[in-house]
C-alpha cells in the first residue's frame, strides 16, 4: 500500500439549499486547518491525553493556529462499545514515541492508511472501553468543527483512503442534520486503495464529519480515514482586517473620552 492514486471528486455544496454548485478553493490559495507540528488536537470534551508529555494543539489559541476552530469528538456507535475517537495532526515520516505509553504506536508503513511522507493530516484513534483500539491505528471518528461565530465562505474538505462505501463525508452542516438525498450527496463511495476525495462547502459556520464509521456487520474488516481541512486565505485577511477595524473604533472612542475630559 505505498502508492496510491489522487482520485479527486470534488461537490461543491451550498448550506444554504444543500444543492449542487460549482467552484473550489485553489490549493495556493487555501489555509489548512491542519496544524503545521505533530500532537493532539485538544477537543472541547476530551481535551488531551496528557498535556505534559505529549504536544497539546489548542485550536481555539490564534497563536498556535492561523485560523481559529473548535473540535468536538462526538459519539459514532451509540452502545457498541467505542469511546469518542481522539485526533491528531499527524506526519506518518516520524515515529511519535510520546504516544506510546498511551498504547498508540504510529507506524512509518501503516496497515492501510499511508498519506505521503511529509505531509500533515488529520489522524483519528479510536478508543474502546478507554483504551487506544488496535494500537491506535484504527482511524474512525465522528468530529465537529466549529469555527466560533466566524462563517467561512468555502471549506474544502480531503479525505484519504475512503474505501468503505457511504461510512465518510458530511452529516451535519451549520446545526442542520442531513437526511436522505442531501445526506448521501455528502457521503462518499469506496475507492481504490491511497484514493482522495474532497467535497467543498459554502458559508459554513459548522460541520460535523464521519470518518468511516464502525458498524458490526462489516467490523473488523473496516479501512480507516484521514481527513485534511482548509479554508481560503480571505478568510483570514477578513479576520485581521475585523481586528484592525475593532482597533481604529477603539482608539477613536478613547480620543472622544479624552477630549471630553
Request: charged share 20%.
Amino acid at each position: 500500500m505505498k502508492s496510491f492514486n489522487k482520485l479527486v471528486k470534488t461537490i461543491a455544496v451550498s448550506t444554504l439549499g444543500l444543492g449542487i454548485a460549482t467552484g473550489s478553493i485553489s490549493e495556493a490559495q487555501a489555509t489548512s486547518l491542519v496544524p503545521t507540528q505533530e500532537g493532539e488536537i485538544k477537543t472541547t470534551n476530551l481535551g488531551c491525553l496528557d498535556a505534559g508529555t505529549i504536544n497539546c494543539i489548542d485550536t481555539t489559541d490564534g497563536s498556535q493556529v492561523p485560523f481559529t476552530y473548535a473540535v468536538t469528538s462526538l459519539d459514532f456507535d451509540g452502545d457498541g462499545g467505542f469511546d469518542e475517537s481522539r485526533l491528531f495532526a499527524d506526519d506518518r515520516n516520524t515515529a511519535n514515541p510520546e504516544l506510546v505509553p498511551f498504547g498508540i504506536t504510529f507506524l512509518g508503513e501503516d496497515e492501510g492508511t499511508n498519506p505521503e511522507m511529509e505531509q500533515m493530516w488529520f489522524r483519528p484513534v479510536a478508543f474502546k472501553d478507554g483504551e487506544a483500539f488496535e494500537d491506535g491505528r484504527l482511524e474512525v471518528g465522528l468530529f465537529e468543527f466549529d469555527f466560533l461565530g466566524k462563517t467561512a465562505s468555502q471549506v474544502k474538505l480531503d479525505f484519504f483512503d475512503v474505501e468503505d462505501d457511504n461510512f465518510t463525508g458530511i452529516i451535519k452542516v451549520n446545526g442542520v442534520q442531513l437526511e436522505g438525498e442531501a445526506l448521501q450527496e455528502l457521503l462518499l463511495p469506496g475507492g481504490e486503495n491511497g484514493n482522495v476525495q474532497s467535497l467543498v462547502l459554502n458559508d459554513v459556520q459548522n460541520f460535523t464529519v464521519q470518518l468511516c464509521i464502525v458498524e458490526k456487520s462489516q467490523f473488523p474488516s473496516v479501512y480507516g480515514v484521514a481527513l485534511a481541512v482548509s479554508v481560503p486565505e480571505s478568510e483570514n485577511v477578513i479576520g485581521l482586517s475585523g481586528l484592525a477595524v475593532a482597533g481604529v473604533l477603539t482608539l477613536k472612542r478613547r480620543k472622544k473620552a479624552s477630549q471630553k475630559a
